[in-house]
């Protein structure tokens, strides 16, 4: 049995790998974030609080309550709308498709073959640091230093995403590690 992912990421993936591996130490809990509803409601109560101090005491001593409300309120809006991702991943994302570089991960018996429009490279198993999966990805950990790539569970051409994880197991014989 063979395994064939096209790596040709979305935004998303990269927002995924940001959150799972870059923003915090892979195999901890996120940390708590304020969600953008959170930053809405307090921005409108900043905002109610500046209104009233306005109203009763003096129209300067209310503007700093209405320019924090502002912001929460704006924070709140720019976390929340759809496709909000990251600098990095935005940043990542758009190298990648300047690059016209098209991946290919291959995991065959002998091991694992990344290739690329311009070069093949192949790893033994014996070199893979860790394969870490969440819901909709797997992340292959090449080593501490040399990098790592995202299979998307969507995007598998040959063999099926729930069986990658008894075939990684059975040839490096470490276990497939979830993504907190």
């Known amino acids: 049995m063979e395994f064939e992912i096209s ?24 940390q708590k974030q304020a969600s953008p509803r959170m930053h809405r409601n307090a921005g409108l109560v900043f905002l109610a609080l500046g209104a009233l101090l306005w109203i009763l005491i003096a129209p300067l001593a209310a503007l700093p309550e209405l320019i924090v409300g502002g912001l929460l309120l704006y924070s709140g809006w720019y976390l929340g709308r759809p496709g909000a991702a990251s600098r990095w991943a935005k940043k990542n994302w758009r190298k990648l498709q300047e690059s016209g570089r098209l991946y290919q991960c291959c995991f065959t018996e002998e091991g694992v073959w990344i290739h690329d429009s311009r070069s093949d490279c ?13 819901g909709d990805r797997f992340y292959l950990v090449l080593s501490r230093r040399g990098g790592s790539y995202i299979l998307s569970k969507e995007r598998f051409t040959a063999g099926a995403p729930e069986d990658l994880p008894g075939w990684w197991e059975e040839r490096t014989g470490k276990p497939v590690e979830r993504v907190l």
């Open 7 to 30: 790596l040709d990421y979305a935004i998303e993936d990269l927002e995924a790998y940001w959150r799972a591996f870059v923003w915090k130490k892979p195999g901890t809990p996120p």
């Open 122 to 134: 192949r790893y033994d198993y014996e070199s893979l640091e860790s394969l870490w999966e969440d």
